[in-house]
């Protein structure tokens, strides 16, 4: 069975990079990122009408969400080494379908084991769509603007993410929320009948002859096993991993849970929490431009990180002295978690342009291995202190049940500390 083998950049491009077809083929990928994006970041609106519905322990609700994290791991690292050999279309057409199959299974799941099913179809399509998304703005507007598209993309499906939060809040006042998710799944549809019509990749792509299947497979963990020669691929995964799995843990389950605890009214509750991605957006969408503009990586992970820490503390450890200034927390959490878009940049930095989308999602594979940690531990631990006697719903249980999250970001400030500069102007 022959393959399309992807021209890069390096072979004169078929189109013209930029202009009105370039953001309209972005748009469509974009779109797509935040379409399973929302669905996933709305499992933590949702959850305890789930919970209620199918008959679900604190425990399973947590494990529901980390299944997602753990099976895009586990299919994230094939997706850069897809979209360099096949481009985009090839490998995003599947994966729409899957992920729209997947979100009509949630929205009729009856047990614990049919919404496992639906979470592992939605991170099987889910893999590709992040790096797909930053790889399309490589190749249609240029690979030196990578770092600056790639933060856009995490803009755009953060801002539609605060939008989800805050309409499922409302519409689950006047709809099951069943019906809403049958609803996500016509959207689905829609988007994958656009992208029929409009997503093409922005190189020739050609059909070399014995390119086989069996021939791409076997180039897959070759292409994989160079990224990982390069040791500072794997201290950009790590800081951002640990730094992503904290919000991801914060966004996607236990943000509403640790408002609520704060003295916030459920819809309160989670609009506090869509300001984690709504800082998450500022922060994409600034973050990587002012790091090109200052021409360094490290400096602004460091003081990320610590703004970080620092919200993270007070969210826990200090009692509310008001909900504006709460809220301002979570903003801010948001804004400093956003540097680890900078572990794409500075991962691209150190890698052969024909590697990027490989080093991309190798990753992005971090990222959901280490999330699906993150998104469990305090669910694990909420349960081991109420065995030891801690009070429910108190900051005590909170500060119990965070542990594991301010640890990760310890852990993600002492990597970023000893990794080296790799903007390209600095680090000869």
């Not at 929302?38 to 969400?65: E, M, P, R, W």
């Not at 481009?87 to 199959?101: E, Q």
């Not at 590697?355 to 999330?371: D, P, Q, R, V, W």
């Not at 305090?378 to 429910?392: K, S, W």
Request: charged share 10%; hydrophobic share 55%; net charge positive.
């Amino acid at each position: 069975m022959a393959l399309r083998n992807l021209t890069m950049e390096a072979a004169t491009p078929s189109v013209q990079q930029g202009g009105a077809r370039a953001w309209g083929v972005w748009c469509i990928a974009v779109a797509f990122v935040s379409y399973y994006f929302s669905f996933q970041t709305g499992y933590s609106i949702v959850n305890a009408n789930v919970q209620k519905d199918v008959g679900l322990s604190v425990a399973q609700v947590g494990h529901i969400a980390a299944l997602y994290t753990w099976v895009l791991a586990a299919c994230q690292f094939l997706s850069g080494p897809l979209f360099d050999r096949l481009g985009a279309r090839s490998v995003l057409l599947p994966a729409m379908v899957l992920v729209t199959l997947g979100v009509f299974t949630f929205a009729n799941a009856n047990s614990f084991g049919m919404l496992l099913v639906a979470q592992a179809c939605v991170a099987l399509g889910s893999c590709t769509g992040f790096v797909g998304a930053g790889y399309i703005g490589g190749t249609w507007f240029g690979w030196h603007k990578f770092s600056f598209m790639f933060g856009l993309v995490q803009f755009a499906a953060s801002m539609l993410a605060v939008f989800t939060q805050n309409l499922l809040t409302l519409a689950l006042s006047v709809l099951p929320w069943r019906t809403l998710f049958n609803g996500a799944g016509m959207g689905g549809v829609v988007l994958l009948g656009i992208a029929m019509v409009w997503l093409r990749d922005a190189n020739t792509v050609t059909v070399p002859a014995g390119q086989t299947f069996g021939a791409l497979l076997l180039s897959i963990p070759r292409s994989l096993a160079k990224v990982a020669k390069v040791p500072h691929v794997w201290a950009a995964a790590a800081f951002g991993a640990l730094c992503f799995g904290v919000l991801l843990s914060l966004g996607v389950v236990w943000g509403p849970k640790l408002m609520t605890i704060r003295g916030f009214g459920r819809e309160s509750a989670n609009l506090a929490s869509s300001l984690l991605w709504l800082g998450l957006a500022v922060g994409s969408f600034t973050i990587p431009w002012i790091s090109d503009r200052v021409q360094r990586r490290k400096l602004p992970v460091l003081i990320g990180l610590a703004v970080q820490m620092f919200a993270l503390v007070l969210l826990l450890y200090v009692p509310t002295k008001s909900s504006t200034f709460d809220m301002l927390l979570c903003f801010t959490f948001g804004l400093g978690n956003a540097v680890h878009m900078l572990a794409f940049s500075t991962a691209a930095d150190v890698v052969a342009q024909q590697y990027i989308g490989t080093s991309a999602a190798m990753i992005n594979g971090m990222f959901s291995i280490i999330g699906g940690v993150m998104i469990s531990r305090p669910g694990m631990r909420a349960g081991l202190g109420l065995e030891q006697g801690l009070t429910p719903a108190t900051l005590e249980l909170a500060q119990f049940a965070g542990r594991p999250l301010m640890a990760g970001l310890c852990l993600a400030l002492i990597i970023a500390l000893i990794m080296r500069e790799t903007y390209p102007a600095r680090r000869h």
